[in-house]
C-alpha cells in the first residue's frame, strides 16, 4: 500500500492550496480517508475525513468553512482544497487510509498513512 501526499508549499496569509493524495494497493473505494497535520512541536491532529463513497465528510472545528475535502474514486485521490490559509495551518500534512465503515478522527484508527507534505503559510 503506498499513499503518495503532494502539493504541498509557501504560500502567504489567505492563499490557497490543494494538496493531493494517490492511493495504491488497496481498495481505494473501501476505505475512508483522513487528513491530519502536525505542526512543528505539536502532536499530530485531525484535520478532515470523508467517508468511502464521498457522502460524509467530517471536518475540525479549526478548519470548518476552510478546507474542503473530496475523493476521486476513478483516480484513487483523495484532495484537500484549503481557502483563507492563516499562519497556524503550518505544518506537515499526512493522509491517511483506514477500513473500517465510519469516520474517525482518532489517528489511532487509520491503518496506512502517507510521507506528508508540508504547508508553510507566512503572514
Known amino acids: 500500500v503506498q499513499l503518495q501526499a503532494s502539493g504541498g508549499g509557501l504560500v502567504q496569509a489567505g492563499d490557497s492550496l490543494r494538496l493531493s493524495c494517490a492511493a495504491s494497493g488497496l481498495a481505494f473505494s473501501r476505505y475512508v480517508m483522513g487528513w491530519f497535520r502536525q505542526a512543528p512541536g505539536k502532536e499530530r491532529e485531525f484535520v478532515a475525513a470523508?467517508?468511502?463513497?464521498?457522502?460524509?465528510?467530517r471536518y475540525a472545528d479549526s478548519v470548518k468553512g476552510r478546507f474542503t475535502i473530496s475523493r476521486d474514486s476513478a483516480k484513487n485521490t483523495v484532495y484537500l482544497q484549503m481557502n483563507s490559509l492563516k499562519p497556524e495551518d503550518t505544518a506537515v500534512y499526512y493522509c491517511?487510509?483506514?477500513?473500517?465503515?465510519?469516520?474517525?478522527?482518532?489517528?489511532?484508527?487509520?491503518?496506512?498513512w502517507g510521507q506528508g507534505t508540508l504547508v508553510t503559510v507566512s503572514s
Open positions: 470523508i467517508s468511502r463513497i464521498g457522502g460524509n465528510t
Open positions: 491517511a487510509a483506514n477500513r473500517n465503515v465510519l469516520i474517525s478522527i482518532s489517528s489511532v484508527s487509520y491503518d496506512y
